[in-house]
């Protein structure tokens, strides 16, 4: 623990302006970003007397090693800067909201040539309409279902779009009059377009207009005596009307307004936000967040004003933000609203009427939404904490491992050897610190020496990236530490990004660097033999602060180093269960990245093995010829007119593919008849020769 009195910077260094401040951990991991009026005194309250503090405030700055500030000339440029560094750094400390399920969205996708109507989760794109968020995917579809008789766009995927285009024959959406067709061009682009533009209106509350032509044309056709077409449009009358019952109007004159609540205690606050567009409920969403320093309901809503907004411009912001306080203080959060919309925003606290009545309707929905919250994050709490204490007893350790990370080695009967390192902290998946490995240092099946293999480049990485930052006194440096972890001849190191590792190592931004934070716990898959490897490695490194224990499936053991017999934990221990948790993950994101080596190993050609040819050209070399075949034949002066290949690159192609031995052809089994390589497989690697599917599941049995 940290005294913060080691590291507080002298009063005079401090600028008394705007900025935006970071506090680092011994280790450099950004843990808590904030922002303030004037940095010198809002830094003044965090090195007061720590019995001052707010618990959680007073474990940030013990857990903190170091502070630095940025200045920026506006309150405004503050609260972007903070909300930039949060997402980009995720600390630990901060106010996050964590919202425990995706949000489905109607979506109209207005970027395509023909505009699809869809449910769609995630990410915003570009050019997309939505409109929501809803509750539940089923309540979009209703609407849609209904909304199809009067505006009938497409909802159809592109490859059933494209299929029906290729045969000419719509699907039975188009048959029942649900949708207009434009695959087989029943109706224009133009015309298509205009179709969404209505439905896009109608979502948005403009209903009346609509409604009141369906019935002046249901009248006309009365007249007409056309009595088939007037029970068709009223008909229509009746499903807009239904569709509309689905969300009743809340607020007069249309409004479009969000209404956000805060339902708080001590250590924690549920947020809740109705959207109402057109005066209508369109949608509605929930977070729940850890109170981590004393803070008030204002400061609060400015965090749910960040995340909610933070990636969202124009319409997507709307023209009155109703609070149930309003941020302090409240001129820079109104103007960055305003700037994401680019029109005046309205931020206030409603007193009275039917805004202030359905104010209260969004706060008891945040009451009960806390109330859920506490009711199972209370057991599930209790659950991990009571699991952490049981592993520290078993293993003798001298604190709860609140980091336990875990490894593990897959192969399918010797090849594609590669292991995973899954990391668990507070008892939580850490998925953004998982990563895997290829096994390069030597060929065939040894778990024991692969295992020793991934424990010392992991921890050559650690310790390289302390002696970096300086974190022992020069010439302290334990053996084995020095290099960059690579240089044992044990091949390169992969992980889940594509990024190189030195990427993850060349600066001091804060970011989650690869291999750089230590665990107190490391956990094989494996018994003895793996665990003795383990310990072996982190010995040979002069790591001596990290406890090794191993996890055998056959009897479910736990193995701790230099022990006979193992540590028997009972089976309805929680802290059994939770290792047992972390070994199946490590597991199954072992055999997930082997199967991927492996299916790519089996797409695999010639043309791969060719130097300083990538994708892009192999694909243009496949699509020029048209098949593997084919290019194999062609002559050196023909593969050069394929646009980015010159006469070396050539020469080099034809080179590799007269070496490789052709693929065997394939047989039809049904008629004995061989198939001739002319069109590549589209399930087939970028070579385009066909591949034998069966043979992984077949020996999907035997893989490790």
Known sequence: MADPSS??????????????????????????????????????????????????TRSMVTTAASVEWTVVSTEVEALQLEYSWIKEFDPRFNVKYRDDKSYPYLAVTMNEEYPRVQVMRGHKKKGVRY?????????????????????????????????????????????????????????????????????????????????????????????????????????????????????AVVLADATDADLIAVAEDELEAAVQIFHVR????????????????????????????????????????????LVPALPDPLEPVQEWLSGRRGAQVSLRVPQRGDKRALMETVERNAQQALVLHKTKRASDLTTRSRALEEIADALELDSAPLRIECYDISHLQGDDVVASMVVFEDGLARKSEYRRFQIKGFEGQDDVRSMHEVITRRFKRYLA???????????????????????????????????????????????????????????????????????????????????????????????????????????????????????????????????????????SSPLDDVPGLGDTRRQALIKHFGSLKRLRSATIDQICEVPGIGRK????????????????????TATGEIMEDEAPDPTAGASGESVTAGAPDERRGQER
Request: glycine fraction near 10%.
């Open 7 to 56: 590291y507080r910077p002298k009063p005079g260094q401090i600028p008394d302006s705007p900025g935006v401040y970071r506090f680092r951990d011994e280790h450099r991991r950004v843990i808590y970003v904030g922002k303030a009026k004037s940095l010198r005194q809002r830094l003044a309250n965090y090195f007061q007397d720590l019995a001052g503090l707010h618990p959680r």
């Open 278 to 321: 057109g005066g209508r409920v369109r949608g509605q969403r929930g977070w729940v967040t850890d109170k981590v320093e004393e803070i008030t309901t204002g400061a609060l809503v400015e965090h749910a004003l960040q995340q909610l907004y933070g990636e969202e411009t124009g319409d997507a912001v709307p023209k009155e933000v």
């Open 649 to 668: 690159t050539a020469e080099t192609i034809a080179v590799a593919l007269a070496q490789a031995a052709p693929a065997a052809p394939a047989v039809n």
């Open 465 to 603: 990236e302390k002696e970096r930052t300086g974190e022992w006194a020069d010439g302290d440096t334990p053996d084995g530490a020095a290099g960059d972890g690579a240089s044992d001849g044990s091949g390169p190191l992969t992980d889940i990004s594509s990024a190189p590792l030195s990427d993850g190592l060349k600066d001091e931004d804060g970011r989650p660097k690869r291999f750089a934070y230590p665990p107190q716990l490391v956990v094989v898959d494996g018994g003895q033999p793996q665990v003795a490897a383990a310990q072996r490695a982190l010995e040979e490194l002069g790591i001596d602060d990290i406890a090794v224990c191993g996890l055998a499936k056959r009897l479910e053991e736990v193995w701790v180093p230099g022990d006979d017999d193992p540590v028997v934990l009972p089976r309805t221990s929680e802290g059994l269960y939770l290792l047992q948790r972390i070994r199946d993950e490590a597991h199954r994101f072992a055999i997930t990245y082997q199967r991927t080596k492996r299916s790519k190993r089996f797409r």
């Open 131 to 247: 409109f929501g968020p809803y509750a539940h995917a089923w309540a979009i579809r209703d609407t849609v279902d209904l909304l199809l008789r009067v505006f009938p766009v497409r909802t159809c995927s592109a490859g059933v779009f494209k299929n029906a285009r290729r045969t000419g024959r719509p699907c039975l959406l188009g048959y029942i009059g649900k949708c207009s067709a434009p695959c087989v061009d029943r109706i224009s682009t133009e015309d298509h377009r205009e179709l969404a533009d209505e439905f896009c209106d109608f979502m948005t509350g403009r209903t009346s207009t609509y409604l009141r032509r369906l019935e002046r044309q249901m009248g006309e056709a009365a007249e007409a005596m056309e009595y088939e077409r007037a029970a068709r449009l009223r008909d229509d009358i009746g499903a807009l009307r239904k569709a509309m019952e689905k969300s």
